[in-house]
């Protein structure tokens, strides 16, 4: 948390100013590949963990400057960074009504563009601090599908714990939702092997996949049934049927993108010997699986309370890596000055 209490206290409470927080998701069903660019509507469905670490902050003011003025990490952002925003906050303007520029400060406590979920966490936190802004009150569909325009695995991080994003056949019918979960603890350890941004985007990793590997017709036929097998294995909650999907649609996805022209490959030497870990891990009783997005870092599957032996033991085998751990989290929130000038969460939900 970057905003100090007292800023805090002036930006939630003001008329036209809203402040959220959303942490980012971690997909165990990937999505990857649009069938329409501009809806940001996906070919196959995806389900996601939310995770309780590295969370995105953001308020969005409305202002009477001339542009709108967008703020990463205290620096303003400039090119398609910054367009990326402006037209998001486009849309939000249309939805509302209005015409007001705004002031957007977002601050991430992940490393931005590295495969390690930064557009979710941030996009659901300017779709609920933008649309609270300008007097919206969404609904958790309506916010799911307004992220979604934003960044397609932003529609998952407004929900707690695991979602499921529904493909969809339009904007109306592309949202996620929460999964229950009940009986199953899940946890997670995210390695940072490499901070800097990728060099391909997943946006036109996606894009290339799509348009050139003939591995991806196989993606879209195979990845409905492997949704389903999840959302079985959650019902049933069976981890070890969780965290073998969970591997092999990762792999699979990876599959996908190699056989593009050209290939497109996220990892690097450092995720196979993390892989191979991963597998010894499995071998020694550690039960564990690994998942792989659009960059070198390995995310780690595992029983919620297995979390801080994993982190233990990935450190101990690489001790020259970097480790978050994580459980699952809350969805995204507003948060707001408490009575007594605290910095909190607002007791009524943010978004219903
Ligand atoms: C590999 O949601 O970042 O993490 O919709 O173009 O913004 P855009 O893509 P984005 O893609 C995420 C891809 C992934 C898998 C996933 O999160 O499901």
Known sequence: MTLTPQQLATTASEEGSATALANPNI??????????EALILPWTGSLSLTLD???TTTTVRLTDTPDDVVLLGGRPLEGTARSRVTRFIDLVR?????????????????????????SASGFAALALAASTAFGLDLDRRALSRLARRGSGSASRSIFDGIAVWHAGHDDESSFAEAVPAPGLELGMVLTVLDARAKSVSSRDGMRRTV?????YPAWVERTPVELEEMLAAITRADF????????????????????AEPPVRYWGPASVELLDLVANLRGDGLEC?????????????????????????????????????????????????EPGGSAGEQTTEGAR
């Open 211 to 215: 348009d050139t590997s003939p591995y």
């Open 240 to 259: 070890t049927a969780v965290g073998t999907i969970a591997e092999r649609n990762a792999m699979r996805m990876h599959a996908t993108m190699l056989g």
């Open 94 to 118: 249309a939805l509302a009504d209005r015409d007001e520029r705004v002031s957007v400060d977002s601050h991430n406590e992940i490393p931005t563009g590295a495969g390690l979920a930064s």
């Open 27 to 36: 997909a165990l069903v990937k999505y990857w590949g649009k069938r329409d």
């Open 53 to 55: 670490a590295a969370p």
């Open 289 to 337: 699986y690994a998942t792989m997005d659009a960059g070198p870092n390995v995310k780690i599957l595992c029983r919620a309370d297995a979390v801080d032996e994993l982190a233990a033991r990935i450190l101990e085998a690489q001790p020259h890596i970097g480790v978050i751990p994580a459980r699952a989290g809350r969805g995204a929130r507003l948060i707001t000055s």
